[in-house]
């Protein structure tokens, strides 16, 4: 077979309705061009792969790949550009909210300016806009507004930098792809962002639809997430997202333990027992947050729910006991209280990370 001329990614997460409909448009779409379609699943309960699977026996052009224990938009976006075979890849959504015929106008883009790297569908330019029904009003005012602090704050030059609609030079994406983040939802912002002024953008503007069938992923992890993204690229890529969000469920601990200690303080007034319980319930408030954010995608339930308690439990205090070391041996010579208790803090939050994403939330 001969190499396409544009590879599709499509992600997916329970789209089981949506594979006939998208694959219909884009056969009538690109009727004119060599492509493949590449979707990348994330093992769906509803059977999405299955599907996909059932288009593939009639079609060489359809790909799949499914990926177990894993769950995330930008992992999976990564992966399936990876994994094309023509050097011009787009990337849409399955739900149809993506207009698909302006894959066309994007190819043209391509053709008549060969400097060009990215084209990016946007909601925000001319001709561009969010039909009514697609977006609650407050959805729609939080996707301005994030959209402008993200620009800013990441100094993006593009209208929509949290676009899922896109059309990307494979060999440019690929040399800034270690440095992007696999967790999260907006591999765009991420990709902008970390090439900088290097590469040469365009936009075309495009109408984003209602969403008809199965629902929007997007959540308040999403947005979380995209906390953490904005602070990783501020620390240059140092830090990971999830080293982000366990240290924002770390904060939240702060105030847990204040509230719990006050608390059994009122009721019975005995400090270093009021002490001990709000720390353990600052551990344990830690222990499901961080099960449902920082680790959503390795999640533990039932009995391995109480295990991993008990090892996060062990972590933390030895965590704690690093975390004062440190914190002494720094007061030692520098006599600063702050500084001395931050630099035990940031010891002691490494040291609860690594070991409990090692032994906690172990990696299938
Ligand atoms: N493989 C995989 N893994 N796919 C996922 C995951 C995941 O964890 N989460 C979502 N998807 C797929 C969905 O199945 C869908 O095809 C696409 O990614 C977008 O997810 P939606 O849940 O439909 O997101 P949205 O409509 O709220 O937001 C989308 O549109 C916005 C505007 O263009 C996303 O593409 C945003 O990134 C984009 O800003
Ligand atoms: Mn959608």
Redesign the pocket.
């Known amino acids: 077979m001969n190499k396409p001329s544009l590879s599709v990614v ?6 089981k309705d ?1 594979i006939s409909k998208i694959l219909e448009r884009l056969k009538e779409t690109l009727k004119d061009i060599t492509h493949e379609i590449i979707f ?3 093992n769906s309960p509803d059977g999405t792969s299955k599907e996909v699977q059932n288009f593939m026996r009639a079609s060489s052009q359809i790909h799949l790949i499914h ?1 177990i224990g894993r ?3 930008a ?2 976006i990564i992966e399936g550009i990876f994994a094309a075979n023509s050097e011009l890849v787009a990337v849409m ?3 149809l ?2 207009d698909e015929t302006k894959l066309l106008d994007m190819l043209n883009l391509f053709s008549s300016d060969i400097s060009l790297d990215i084209v990016i ?1 946007s ?1 925000f330019t001319e001709s561009g806009e969010i039909s009514e029904k697609a977006f609650s009003k407050i959805r729609e005012l939080g ?1 301005k507004i994030t959209t402008l602090l993200i620009k800013k704050i990441l100094n993006i030059k593009s209208s ?1 930098p ?4 896109f059309m990307v030079k494979k060999e440019t994406f690929l040399k800034s792809s270690d440095k992007l983040q696999t967790q999260g ?2 591999i ?1 912002a991420d990709f902008l962002a970390t090439s900088g002024k290097s590469i040469e953008i365009r936009e075309i503007g495009y109408k ?1 639809k209602n ?1 008809i069938v ?5 959540s308040f992890l999403t947005v979380l997430e995209l906390i953490g993204l904005v602070l990783s690229q501020i620390f240059q890529g140092r830090v990971s997202i999830r080293f982000i969000l366990f240290c924002m469920v770390g904060l939240s601990g702060i105030f847990v333990q204040l509230l719990i200690t006050g608390f059994a303080m009122l009721l019975i007034n005995q400090f270093p027992t009021s002490q001990t319980l709000g720390i353990v319930a600052a551990m344990t408030s830690n222990y499901f947050l961080n099960n449902t954010i920082t680790f959503q995608e390795r999640k533990l339930r039932s009995f391995d729910l109480i295990r991993g308690l008990f090892s996060f439990y062990l972590i933390c205090s030895l965590g704690a006991l690093i975390n004062i070391a440190t914190a002494s041996y720094f007061f030692g010579f520098s006599s600063n209280w702050l500084i001395s208790s931050f630099v035990g803090a940031c010891f002691g939050a490494v040291w609860n990370f690594t070991l409990s994403s090692i032994f906690t939330w172990k990696s299938k």
């Open positions: 499509i992600p997916t997460f329970n789209e949506n990348v699943d994330d990926r769950r995330g938009l992992g999976a959504d399955c739900d909210q993506h569908g909601r996707s929509d949290l676009s899922g609609f939802f907006k765009l984003f969403r199965g629902e929007s992923k997007m």
